[in-house]
């Protein structure tokens, strides 16, 4: 029982640091073990730690980190500044004088949920790994995919309109949907000045089909890959151009544009139809993320007779959103069907 508790207070500490630093790539650790076992288990259990893989996307390292606002950690509290003062001009008398108000709102932030592992004590002798921390590891990164993917469907605005833009790509067809180009991003960057958007820390989210076709059919962005270290490894993720950092984000279809609703498609909606794939932009300054309370549940076996198994989950408060009370200088490109 003691070394039960200590196993676990250790990876309460590992999955704790994990959720304090501000979602960048990692890869599931793996701790590969010495004592003698079945060549059927290190079969099946080696294979089990490779057939999944999940890259975390670090774009959204790029929004505000909130998360020491969180003085509960559970709230943000949001002043917004009163209007700007009337301004005169050749005024002969007195200026007179307004007290400013602020308006203040809370943001609560959300409450994610692992589903429970259950451990059975039979299924714990002999295993080339530690299954404990493979599994707390694996809660983890679950419920950090979960946090990225709703942090870029909050980060889309819902449709064109006011500080908002939605355009449409306008490059060659491939498979039905017309890709995304370096005209598409000039004309992107032409409306956010249009609007005035912030000129700094403009972020554009593309999946990767969108990503590729624009940076493999130019010969400029194309040109960038070669200023990587020649070791024979091309990975890029992100390029800079026209005043926007392009990323490239490993789901496809954490955004998407219902054609015929002209409007960012329901959260999960698939891509089939007039449901096609879509980029976001956001600018840094107008957006936050924050990380509060993070929890771990679990139930020894000492503690669970019937079941005769150690059972764990995870919980962590989080939010992603705009700072201000409206999706404002945001934007979203979608890949347009061939005609």
């Known amino acids: 029982m003691k070394r039960f508790l200590s196993v676990m207070a250790l990876l309460l500490v590992v999955v704790t640091a994990m959720f304090g630093a501000v979602f960048m790539p990692h890869v599931a650790g793996m701790l590969v073990a010495a004592p003698v076992v079945l060549p059927t288990q290190q079969i099946v259990f080696i294979r089990s730690l490779q057939e999944e893989y999940y890259k975390i996307d670090s774009w959204l390292s790029e929004a505000q980190d909130l998360s020491s606002f969180a003085a509960d950690g559970q709230t943000l509290v949001f002043p917004e500044a009163g209007a700007f003062p009337t301004v005169y001009k050749n005024k002969t008398t007195d200026v007179d004088s307004v007290e400013p108000t602020e308006t203040t709102y809370e943001v609560a932030l959300d409450y994610y949920d692992s589903q429970n592992y259950k451990m059975r004590n039979i299924n714990m002798h002999a295993l080339p790994f530690d299954k404990m921390a493979y599994y707390t590891n694996k809660s983890a990164n679950a419920i950090r995919l979960k946090e990225v993917n709703d942090a870029a469907y909050a980060y889309a605005p819902t449709a064109d309109g006011g500080k908002k833009v939605v355009i449409s790509t306008s490059g060659e067809v491939r498979n039905g949907l017309k890709m995304m180009t370096l005209d598409d991003v000039v004309t992107l960057a032409r ?5 005035l958007f912030p000129e700094d820390g403009r972020n554009l989210v593309l999946p990767s089909d969108m990503w590729w076709d624009l940076v493999v059919n130019n010969t400029i962005l194309k040109a960038q890959l070669g200023y990587q270290n020649q070791n024979g490894i091309i990975n890029p993720t992100v390029v800079n151009y026209y005043g926007f950092k392009i990323h490239k984000a490993s789901n496809n279809s954490m955004v998407a544009y219902d054609l ?74 979608y890949q347009a069907k061939s005609a």
């Open 191 to 195: 409306a956010c000045d249009n609007l």
């Open 260 to 333: 015929d609703a002209s409007a960012k498609a329901a959260q999960g909606a698939l891509i089939t139809g007039n449901v096609v794939p879509a980029g976001f932009m956001f600018c840094s300054t107008e957006v936050f993320m924050a990380g509060g309370k993070f929890d771990m549940y679990l139930l020894s076996k000492a503690q669970n007779p019937n079941g005769r198994a150690d059972e764990f989950g995870f919980s962590h408060r989080f939010k992603a959103d705009f700072t201000k009370d409206a999706q404002k200088y945001s934007a979203m490109i």
